[in-house]
């Protein structure tokens, strides 16, 4: 568990007074506080950009939070792009970091002079007519490093057997015909890692960019001007895992940046991210309510949320930290599944997990919730997503997504046509 809930018990209760379980809740100080950590950890390099993954969490009030602490946005939907203009986010701290993407999306970020990601070969040319025979002034490119990059964890895969990115050799043709086309300025782009808390990870993908770097200046003439680490930073979902030292990941990094770009010329080289779980992950929780207890095989608590509000641990076994409010310190005697109402039985925030004795009217805080949690909801066996609470630096709180209601999930259906149908 990577960090500390930041309401006692009465606190929360009184909360839940104003705004009714299941919700969220962020902590925006912790979440400014963070974002100024992780700034200042890389401003070791002549500029430096994070590029918040919009993915993550996708409400405009924490964007503009995180463009208030410098950030820009990383995008892959016309919707995400949307919302990081709505949300204030300078227009050049836009990547639009996208694959299989419609023509009408590039026309749109070209239009608003976003940064350009490309993920193939064949999207140069896919542009250039998208964009009605013009290519952007700044390009970057999606490198796919295949075998050469190992050690990858299991949520993101072998990087040959990703679907995104070029090849080495693509990669350098890419260079050099966007330089004859007039490009003006390049970005290098990767991303093979998620959820991984190892520093030197990282320090190992900046040296294999930093010299795929030197390696396209030599072949295509092209000099990078902006690599982009993409994102994969982990947190500490497990109470005995340790958060990642930003200190130490942008010390080895800026170790290589010595050794492999200052001699080859390449310096400044500005250093990007698009980090979105550990700029929001640690710093939102999903609140819900114990409902029922259930004694069968195994003891049940069922919750008034489910995996529609957080699909993680139904999705990929992934582990919350779960906690009972009031009872943080009372002696796990027992071992529950924590489950929510999905007809699915993966629909499990918890399974055999040591807990304190809950009961019925308990409130539940699952940990770790802030990024990849809210976003990747959705409404299967009609469930309405809940809503989203922030915490300001005050303490005051604010609704700053409302929970749906049935209306919103009918909105899309003809419910007038229905009537005289058949
Ligand atoms: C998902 C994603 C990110 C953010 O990943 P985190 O693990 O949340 O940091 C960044 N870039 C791209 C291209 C992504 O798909």
Redesign the pocket.
């Known amino acids: 568990m990577s960090s500390n809930f930041p309401l006692s018990d009465s606190q929360l209760s009184n909360l839940v007074k104003d705004f009714p379980t299941p919700f969220y809740l962020y902590d925006e100080k912790a979440i400014r506080e963070n974002m100024k950590r992780f700034t200042k950890a890389f401003s070791i390099f002549p500029v430096f950009c994070e590029h918040f ?1 919009v ?2 969490c996708p409400n405009p009030y924490i964007l503009k939070i995180l463009a208030d602490e410098g950030c820009g946005a ?1 995008c ?1 939907s016309l919707p995400e792009l949307i919302l990081s203009d709505l949300a204030g986010i300078k227009r050049e701290k836009v990547i639009f ?1 996208s694959n299989e993407t419609p023509a009408s999306e590039y026309k749109y970020a070209f239009d608003h002079r976003n940064i350009i990601n490309l993920d193939d070969f064949t999207h140069i040319e896919f542009l250039k007519n998208a964009l009605g025979g013009e290519l952007p002034e700044t390009i970057c490119f999606r490198y796919n490093p295949g075998s050469e990059k190992q050690g990858c964890n299991s949520i993101i895969g072998k990087p040959e057997e990703a679907k995104y990115g070029l090849t080495r050799s693509q990669i350098i043709e890419a260079y050099r015909i966007c330089k004859a086309e007039g490009v003006k300025h390049f970005g290098l782009h990767t ?1 093979v890692a ?2 991984e808390l190892n520093p030197a990870f990282f320090v190992d993908t900046a040296k294999l960019l930093f010299e795929l770097c030197v390696e396209i200046k030599e072949k295509a003439g092209v000099r990078i001007e902006f690599v982009d680490l ?4 982990g947190i500490p979902y497990r109470p005995e895992q340790k958060a990642v030292d930003y200190d130490e990941v942008a010390r080895g990094i800026r170790a290589e940046y010595d050794r492999v770009l200052l001699p080859a010329g390449l310096d400044p080289l500005e250093i990007h991210w ?5 700029i929001t992950g640690p710093y939102g929780w999903l609140i819900t309510t114990a409902i029922h207890e259930k004694h069968t095989y195994r003891e049940y608590i069922g919750v008034d949320s489910c995996m529609a509000d957080l699909m993680r641990p139904g999705m990929y076994g992934a582990y919350h930290e779960v906690t009972v409010s009031g009872k943080e310190d009372a002696p796990k005697s027992e071992v529950y599944d924590i489950v929510g109402s999905l007809c699915e039985n993966c629909d499990k925030f918890a399974v055999q997990r040591p807990l304190p004795k809950i009961e019925r009217g308990d409130l539940i805080i699952i940990h770790d919730a802030g ?2 949690g809210r976003a990747m909801g959705f409404n299967y066996n009609g469930k309405l997503r809940c809503g989203e609470v922030l915490m300001r630096e005050d303490g005051s709180f604010k609704e700053i997504r409302r929970r749906e209601t049935i209306e919103d999930l009918f909105a899309t259906l003809d419910l007038d046509g229905v009537k005289n149908f058949i």
């Open positions: 993954a993915k993550a990383d892959s970091t991303m998620s959820n993409g994102g994969g930073l698009e980090c979105g779980r550990p990024a990849h």
